[in-house]
């Protein structure tokens, strides 16, 4: 039986007779995003079912593949769909792909997500900046034998989302004229939507948004060493008090409409600042 870091260096080797040049920039695309993906140019698109020991997605939204190329001219790897714990994988298997990311030569990770806003300020369609996160999933990635190649045992997440990354993807963000909030960003492990109570506990924790990803992936980029940027785009509106029923589809409907000014951001953010 392959270790973690065995099953990692076989993936990595098997991607890299696929590549032409090392991505230096990686990106995890959230539900109704992955669009940006189309936006690379010399694409080598890697399909997840085809990859050794890559889960594969199985959420509306997500295409499920790997797409390599440029973007603004910087060797990318985007992930066109993400894993989540709610699908039944385990926390290692959801960020197995970071791990795979920093093997290959990765070193900016930008993380993406369709999110709840919480934060009366916010709006439906709006885009928040990640300062921080509160992982309430249950469950982390790290738990269990740390591999020493990886990172240390007790890694800091003081700075998980990147403080100089941040002031720069805000002035990249007043400069294009967009709209860019900053707030904590709530993980649950989902499938629910939550209950108005449980929003009312996250609003008086702290939180801006909630959604059903990123923080477990953030933490292993920490911990990998990877320097992280992520932004949330808000599908819909959570408060408590004027809470109303969503469906999946009706998230995805708002992503489409905010994918415009969601792709001129990153795609800025990739060119003036990573």
């Known amino acids: 039986?392959?270790?973690?870091?065995?099953?990692?260096?076989?993936?990595?080797?098997?991607?890299?007779?696929?590549?032409?040049?090392?991505?230096?920039?990686?990106?995890?695309?959230?539900?109704?995003?992955?669009?940006?993906?189309?936006?690379?140019?010399?694409?080598?698109?890697?399909?997840?079912?085809?990859?050794?020991?890559?889960?594969?997605?199985?959420?509306?939204?997500?295409?499920?593949?790997?797409?390599?190329?440029?973007?603004?001219?910087?060797?990318?790897?985007?992930?066109q769909g993400r894993f989540h714990y709610y699908e039944g994988y385990t926390m290692q298997q959801v960020t197995y792909p970071v791990r795979v990311m920093k093997a290959l030569g990765v070193n900016h990770l930008i993380v993406t997500n369709a999110c709840g806003g919480l934060n009366k300020n916010f709006y439906a369609g709006g885009l928040m900046l990640i300062t921080d996160h509160l992982n309430l999933t249950g469950d982390?990635?790290?738990?269990?034998?740390?591999?020493?190649?990886?990172?240390?045992?007790?890694?800091?997440?003081?700075?998980?989302?990147?403080?100089?990354?941040?002031?720069?993807?805000?002035?990249?963000?007043?400069?294009?004229?967009?709209?860019?909030?900053?707030?904590v960003y709530a993980s649950i492990s989902g499938p629910n939507?939550?209950?108005?109570?449980?929003?009312t506990m996250l609003t008086t924790m702290g939180a801006d948004v909630v959604g059903m990803s990123t923080a477990p992936e953030v933490i292993v980029a920490n911990h990998t060493g990877l320097k992280v940027v992520g932004i949330s785009c808000i599908t819909d509106m959570a408060v408590p008090d004027t809470l109303v029923s969503i469906s999946h589809q009706e998230v995805m409907e708002i992503a489409e409409q905010t994918k415009p000014t969601f792709m001129k951001l990153v795609k800025a953010v990739v060119k003036e600042v990573l």
């Open 1 to 79: 039986m392959l270790t973690p870091l065995e099953m990692v260096n076989e993936t990595t080797a098997f991607l890299k007779e696929k590549v032409k040049e090392p991505p230096t920039i990686g990106c995890i695309l959230g539900s109704g995003l992955g669009d940006l993906a189309d936006q690379v140019i010399d694409r080598v698109v890697v399909p997840y079912d085809t990859i050794p020991h890559f889960p594969t997605s199985t959420v509306e939204g997500h295409a499920g593949q790997l797409v390599f190329g440029r973007l603004e001219g910087k060797p990318v790897v985007m992930m």
């Open 193 to 199: 939507y939550m209950a108005r109570a449980e929003l």
């Open 140 to 183: 982390n990635p790290l738990i269990g034998a740390n591999v020493n190649e990886w990172g240390p045992r007790f890694p800091d997440m003081s700075n998980a989302y990147d403080k100089n990354l941040r002031t720069k993807v805000m002035e990249v963000a007043y400069a294009l004229d967009v709209e860019l909030f900053e707030g």
